[in-house]
């Protein structure tokens, strides 16, 4: 536990009469509610949520750093819950000096760093020796994995890397935004590029070697994942970490992808949930589901397609349905972008956008080349985005 003095105010004085911060980690098998009781924290905020709001109070992961804010009295006066990398539980003190609680933004700074370094040694060791950044050095070679082999390595090669890390309270949180990497093998520069939160080659042809297949073929979504949304009419932020698919009561649910189950059982508002870890620190979530199917329970390893739960309503569900979430390294992310049966290649309207993309992303690593940069800020690739 990390205690620390707040010298400045930050967004909407989120820090404002604030004396100290407690950082802690949550622990495995905590849920919400215990938590609020164990700091005599009234759990009618709970409570008196939508069953929205409920779900997602239920999107807590061990691990999570989070914080508590304390007055100058050492009473809590605010606590700080990351949910996803866009938005976090806050429990607060309201003008009557009773505990309430909200959704809202979580407030990051984005860094833009570029690395070019010489091989002598494995791309993992290099980059993890240049960085520091243990997260960086597994993103390349998962981005890589399905596309370049690296026993064809040889010493004096280089790679290269444009990225984006996001900080928080002084700490990088979330996963590195890899934009373009390149690695040369033999001498032959081999690029990767990200677009619309896939990776291609110079091609345009996806590279990305883990797919997922619908859990329910053929079901209609109904709602789709959305990380922060400013709702309109509420004047407050919402949140969808996952993919809604419409179904029948009974349904059969499938495995989208081969793994091991991690997780069966209750889990708050998302009711009876399965949960399976994949490779690549991928773990997918079925949530709301009516029963399990036989032999399924933690630890039991499951094939891609493999029966595993039926489509329910239990939990905060307002109707049949069932809640897919997919998650790298504990941060929800779109299940859309993964789940496919094939490998796509890019339209011929995509592909204008994506070379648009590429033009402005190369001329960074080839600049990197001229400076040879093993870890440096750039401050003029801040206004390039996935299009």
Known sequence: MKKFILSILTFMNLYAATTSVEELTWPQGDTFLTFLERHNIPLSIYYNLSGE???????????????????TNDNISQILIPISNEIQIHVFKDFNDDY??????????NENFILNVEINDSP??????????EALANSFNKAFSGSVNFKTLQKGDRLAIVYERKKRLGRYIGEPNIKVAMIETRGKKNYIYKFNDVFYNANGKEVENFLLTRPIPNARISSRFNPKRFHPVLKRYRAHLGTDYAAPRGTKIYAAGDG?????????GYGKTVTIQHSSGYMTLYAHVNGYAKGIKKG???KKGQLIAYVGSTGLSTGPHLHFGLYKNGNA??????????KSELSK????????LKESLNSQIQASFQNHTNKAPLEDIANITEI
């Open 53 to 71: 709001d409920k779900e997602l109070a239920s999107e807590l992961s061990a691990g999570t750093k989070f914080q508590i804010l304390r007055d």
């Open 100 to 109: 309430s609680l909200d959704f809202i933004p979580i407030v990051y700074e």
């Open 124 to 133: 993992y060791r290099e980059i993890k020796r240049a960085t520091n950044d």
């Open 260 to 268: 091991v189950v991690s997780f069966v059982g209750t889990k708050g």
């Open 300 to 302: 039991k390893k499951v």
């Open 333 to 342: 992310i779109n299940p859309e972008s993964i789940v496919k049966i094939t």
């Open 349 to 356: 309207s995509k592909k204008i956008e994506f070379n648009k």
